[in-house]
């Protein structure tokens, strides 16, 4: 993999980061001071594994993918761990809803999507933890939690955080103890102290996933596994915390509670939140039933396509995935391949690393993603230098050593937002398939294209300009559009 050429610690500039904590972007400085490759801690919270997942994982999965490429570009030694919350009220719902077996169910749904997401060339974790190997070191932070005072069991054999005793509560969504009291149901709850405690250890005999306490027979609260899981794999402080924007709260805000509880200092540094995934204009939810599963997505519209729209919106931003978000971004990419496939032999070569072209491109990267990782920007700069490619090698008449380097840099850096790994066979495969569900078309193939694109060459050398105007048409019926150059034909998304 490319990297920038400076250390972190060493380069004029440094990445910043819109930290949901204060509201505003801030200067990275990993906690790790090692001049060198310093490391960094970063925990995304993952699956819930009660069905198959769907596009709102994946886009989690690519977005935090691309920041952590990033990182590592930048030299930047990513410890990077996910959970698996594979003890929760949904998969006991499940359980005795459908009398599954739900060690069995969470693992099926668990393998099924990083099998997935890996098709979409996402980096293996580094280390994936499971609830339901953690519940004795669950148990011990609660212990001293209730030893610390900020929890209490009650008679039923629960234990509850007791939200009073945290006078931060409400820092990270920006709300006080005052204010969300007021929005709460005072719902009649002889157990708790206040109606925003939050349950630590839920008494619970129901399900095979129940385990002894020194409170009773139960199963851990949802947020307390966070802060547990984080506490065994990276410590009491980490770097980067990241999530969807929808569990910023409570989720969020009661695991910063939980954990600084725990150990008297700060948590996570910078806490990011990834936009909201919509469909067709609508936010995807159960209550409109239009969840679209991940394979479904990736049948439809392809890997490295969904990849590369997904990279043109900022990580922050929500995303409407529509067909017509497809057809407007599909040209570009077919751009980017058509390049590729022209110079074959393309590496980065470390002895033109000082190329003016190179340095200019990695330079204009560089700015956007270190900017709160603007990958949209960064794609931009990355057009233009394959503007510039194209105009060299049509001048050039065929790729030089300079070209294939330029070629190369220009891969590499696509890596890095999580593109350029399939080949144009694949990407005008997967292009003509989702403009002909546009259309309502049969697909047709690229071999098909190529087969009336010389048919027509054909009929133009014969004058036979009927023919040839036929094609046209034909081909503008299947969604593609003929572009005639001294060069020859070649072909576009219409
Ligand atoms: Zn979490």
Redesign the pocket.
Known sequence: MLRSQNEYRASARKITIYNTLGGEKRVFEPIDKSPVSPRVKMYV??LTPQDHSHMGHGLMAFRFDLIRRYLMYRRLDVHFVQ?V?DIDDKIIAKERELGVDPMVMTRVFTDEFYATIQKFNVLPVDKLVKVTECVPEVITFIEELIKKGFAYATDDGSVYFDVAKKDDYGKLSNQNTAMLYESVRKELDKEKRSPLDFALWKADQSTTLSRPSPWGIGRPG??I??SVMIHETLGDHIDIHG?GLD?KFP??EN?IAQSEAYTGGSFSDVWMHSGLLNINGQKMSKSLNNFVRLTDAMERYGTEPLKFVIARHHYRSSIDLSDKLFRDNLNALLDFHRLFARVPNARVNETLMHDGETVAVMSAFEAAMDNDFNSPEALVALEQFRAKIVQALDAAGAPTAEIEHRVGVLRELGIILGIFFENLDVIETQGLKIIGQILNASPCTPGDIQGLLTERVEARAAKNFARSDEIRKELAARGVEVLDSKAGSTWRFA
């Open positions: 919270c993952g959970n919350t949802w947020h596994e966070c999530g569990l989720h969020h695991e």
